[in-house]
């Protein structure tokens, strides 16, 4: 319970207190107001927001940095170690990460990240760790930034239960997908706790509805078929019909733009978490739904055009399978040692279109 006393250590970690040291916040300025930031922020290089030793809990990351250019929040690549892996659990742009694809600021409430006014990011997931944290981002914009604000809230001292799990989040992108392959969100091996995903949609095709994709959970040994398939792209968010700009604690767009094509979302499964014994895949069809003549024109036979929703054969409202810019942020927990990640899309490769 939130009132129970626990033995722990409350530390903090920002640009003034790196290391979260007990008693030595705000001495900038003998104690008057200081700036604990990085400032400046050089590119290429990679700064450490937390390093921790021990057992315990990150509750809370907050950061802010100069709002404008959508690259940076593309660019900014956030990573975090646990307890002494040489690899990252969680290699994703910084925008990305706290559910804002296409490095477009937005507003975003959810119960585990929230964007405040488009420029105060801050994630709620609690992640454990046994022996040390080390949390990191790299400068990889192509410039100095002058600032980028943060704060780590965390506890030491954390009796982490022998079953939990660590945190991990990926980014990946494929722009374009290539036609009747299914887009690729995570595959893992171990033993976790699937907790969500944010999807960003760049429609190539705006004449028509694309979100007709059906999520797949393969779980376990599953091969041509998942245990888990949804009913379509805007159904797993809770939306039906297409979707419009809405936040919720579970589930939410926080950007639909019809005109250029853009979309952003996201799914977390705090309320109905899916769990693995030993490996993972999820992965999100490319099927659009509408004009029949349209599509043909489109796509030609590519298209592989078929009946929507029991309409008649040759009705012109239609399903077709399509192309689109997908790219994505899988959160979930898992045992260590993680699987290597598959390589991080260069600075190129993230900001293309954006």
């Known amino acids: 319970m939130l009132y129970e006393y626990k033995d722990l250590q409350s530390r903090a970690a920002n640009g003034e207190n790196q290391r979260g040291e007990k008693g030595k916040g705000g001495m900038a300025r003998g104690g008057r107001k200081g700036c604990p930031s990085i400032s400046p922020m050089r590119a290429g290089k990679t700064y450490t927001l937390l390093d921790a030793q021990g057992s315990g809990m990150v509750r809370h990351i907050w950061c802010t940095f100069p709002p404008g250019d959508p690259k940076i929040l593309r660019n900014l690549i956030l990573r975090m170690y646990w307890d002494g892996q040489a690899q990252p659990s969680v290699e994703v742009p910084l925008g990305d990460f706290f559910g804002l694809p296409h490095g477009a600021a937005r507003d975003l409430q959810s119960e585990y990240v929230q964007v405040n006014g488009g420029t105060a990011y801050n994630c709620w997931i609690p992640m454990p760790f046994r022996t040390g944290a080390r949390i990191t981002v790299e400068n990889d914009v192509g410039y100095d930034i002058r600032h ?207």
Not at 185 to 195: A, E, F, K, M, P
Not at 231 to 255: K, N, S, V
Not at 322 to 345: H, I, K
């Open 148 to 354: 980028l604000f943060y704060q780590v809230d965390y506890t030491l001292g954390d009796a982490i239960p022998e079953n939990a799990c660590y945190f991990h989040a990926q980014f990946r992108r494929q722009n374009p997908c290539p036609m009747h392959e299914d887009y690729e969100i995570l595959r893992t091996s171990g033993r976790g706790v699937y907790l969500g995903t944010v999807l960003g949609v760049r429609s190539l095709y705006t004449e028509s509805w694309w979100g007709e994709g059906e999520m797949k959970f393969y779980l376990d040994g599953d091969k041509d078929y998942p245990t888990i398939c949804g009913t379509g792209t805007e159904d797993y968010i809770g939306f039906a019909w297409g979707m419009t700009e809405r936040c919720t604690p579970q589930a939410g767009c926080p950007l639909c733009d019809d005109e250029r094509g853009r979309y952003a979302i996201y799914r977390f499964h705090g309320m109905d978490p899916i769990y693995f014994a030993k490996e993972l895949r999820l992965t999100v069809q490319q099927i659009g739904c509408g004009s029949r003549t349209a599509a043909k024109a489109a796509f030609g036979k590519d298209a592989d055009i078929y009946s929507a929703w029991g309409e008649a054969e040759d009705a012109e409202t239609c399903y077709y399978e399509r192309s689109d810019d997908y790219c994505s942020t899988a959160y979930w927990y898992q045992t260590l040692p993680s699987p290597a990640f598959p390589e991080l899309p260069d600075r190129a490769a993230r900001s293309a279109d954006l």
